[in-house]
C-alpha cells in the first residue's frame, strides 16, 4: 500500500483533533474515578488510620479535580459533611464538620481536619471547636466528650 504526503496529511488532520480532545477528558476521567475511589470505598483505610469515615447514605455534593465533598442532609445534628483533598489519586488532607446542637443562640460545631504524608499514614490531626464567631484548639478527648455529651456518634 503506497501512503502518499496527501493520505498522510488527511490522518494527521484526523488525528490530531481527535488526540486534543483525548488529552482534555482523560484527566477529568481520572479525577472523576478518584473522587469515587477516595469516598466511602477508603473508609476501612480511615477506620485503620482513625480518621472519620464517610457515613452510609452520603451524597457526593460537588468535586474538582483535587477535592470531593460528602454530605448528609442539611440542618442535621451530628456528622454533616466531608471534604478529602486529593493529589495524584492519593488523599492529602480531609475536613470533617460536626455540627452541635446551639448554645445561647450561639451556632456550635466541631472540625476535624486529618493531613496524610501518604495514602497509608495519618500524619497530623486537629480537633476545633467553634462556637459563633469564637475558634478554639481542642484536644480529641475533649471533641470527644462533646459529641458524647450531645448523643453524637463517634464515626472514627
Known amino acids: 500500500m503506497k501512503v502518499t504526503?496527501?493520505?498522510?496529511?488527511?490522518?494527521?488532520?484526523?488525528?490530531?483533533?481527535?488526540?486534543?480532545?483525548?488529552?482534555?477528558?482523560?484527566?477529568?476521567?481520572?479525577?472523576?474515578?478518584?473522587?469515587?475511589?477516595?469516598?466511602?470505598?477508603s473508609n476501612p483505610l480511615r477506620k485503620k488510620l482513625k480518621a472519620p469515615i464517610i457515613p452510609e447514605g452520603w451524597i457526593l455534593a460537588s468535586s474538582n479535580e483535587n477535592s470531593a465533598h460528602w454530605i448528609r442532609k442539611h440542618g442535621y445534628?451530628?456528622?454533616?459533611?466531608?471534604?478529602?483533598?486529593?493529589?495524584?489519586?492519593?488523599?492529602k488532607k480531609e475536613l470533617d464538620l460536626y455540627i452541635l446542637?446551639?448554645?445561647?443562640?450561639?451556632?456550635?460545631?466541631?472540625?476535624?481536619?486529618?493531613?496524610?504524608?501518604?495514602?497509608?499514614?495519618?500524619?497530623?490531626m486537629t480537633f476545633t471547636y467553634r462556637k459563633g464567631d469564637s475558634l478554639e484548639l481542642i484536644s480529641k478527648q475533649k471533641a470527644d466528650s462533646l459529641l458524647i455529651t450531645e448523643g453524637i456518634k463517634n464515626d472514627w
Open 77 to 91: 445534628i451530628g456528622h454533616e459533611g466531608k471534604t478529602v483533598v486529593f493529589f495524584n489519586c492519593e488523599i
Open 101 to 124: 446542637k446551639p448554645a445561647n443562640n450561639s451556632f456550635r460545631r466541631i472540625e476535624i481536619s486529618s493531613t496524610f504524608s501518604d495514602i497509608k499514614s495519618l500524619n497530623i
Open 5 to 41: 504526503i496527501k493520505k498522510l496529511l488527511l490522518i494527521l488532520a484526523i488525528a490530531i483533533p481527535i488526540l486534543a480532545i483525548a488529552a482534555h477528558f482523560v484527566p477529568l476521567i481520572r479525577d472523576q474515578i478518584c473522587v469515587y475511589k477516595l469516598g466511602p470505598e
